[in-house]
C-alpha cells in the first residue's frame, strides 16, 4: 500500500498531521512503514510517529524537489500495529512557503 501527499507548507508554520482522513491513517495489521519526504527547498523538517513510537523526530528532509523514490529518499522506516495511527506533521523554518512531497510504502510485517 502506498499513501502520497502533495502541499505547500506557510512561511514558519507547522502543519497538523497530513495524513488525516486518508485512507491508511490507521494500520489495519501489523506493519512496516517507510516515509519519504523530499522538498522544493532546504529549510523543511519532519516529524513521523507511528501509534506512540516518534520514528523521526524534526528532521531535515531533503530539497530534492520531487515525489519520494525508494529506496533514495527514505526518511525512516518503523513498524506498527493493528489500530496504530500513522502521524507526519511537516515544519517550515524558513520566511517562504515550501512544497514538500509525502510517500509512505505500508507493507504487512
Given at each position: 500500500m502506498v499513501m502520497t501527499d502533495y502541499q505547500s507548507v506557510a512561511a514558519n508554520t507547522t502543519t497538523a498531521n497530513i495524513l488525516a482522513g486518508k485512507n491508511k491513517e490507521f494500520l489495519e495489521e501489523p506493519s512496516i512503514v517507510q516515509v519519504g519526504i523530499c522538498a522544493a527547498?532546504?529549510?523543511?523538517?519532519?516529524?513521523?510517529?507511528?501509534?506512540?513510537?516518534?520514528?523521526?523526530?524534526?528532521?531535515?528532509?531533503?530539497a530534492a524537489n520531487h515525489m519520494p523514490v525508494f529506496p533514495?529518499?527514505?526518511?525512516?522506516?518503523?513498524?506498527?500495529?493493528?489500530?496504530?495511527?500513522?502521524?507526519?506533521?511537516?515544519?517550515?523554518?524558513?520566511?517562504?512557503?515550501?512544497v514538500a512531497w509525502t510517500k509512505l510504502n505500508i507493507s504487512p510485517a
Open positions: 527547498a532546504i529549510g523543511m523538517r519532519c516529524t513521523a510517529v507511528i501509534g506512540t513510537e516518534i520514528i523521526v523526530d524534526d528532521q531535515e528532509v531533503s533514495d529518499d527514505v526518511l525512516a522506516e518503523g513498524g506498527g500495529y493493528g489500530g496504530d495511527r500513522i502521524t507526519v506533521r511537516l515544519r517550515n523554518t524558513t520566511g517562504a512557503p515550501i
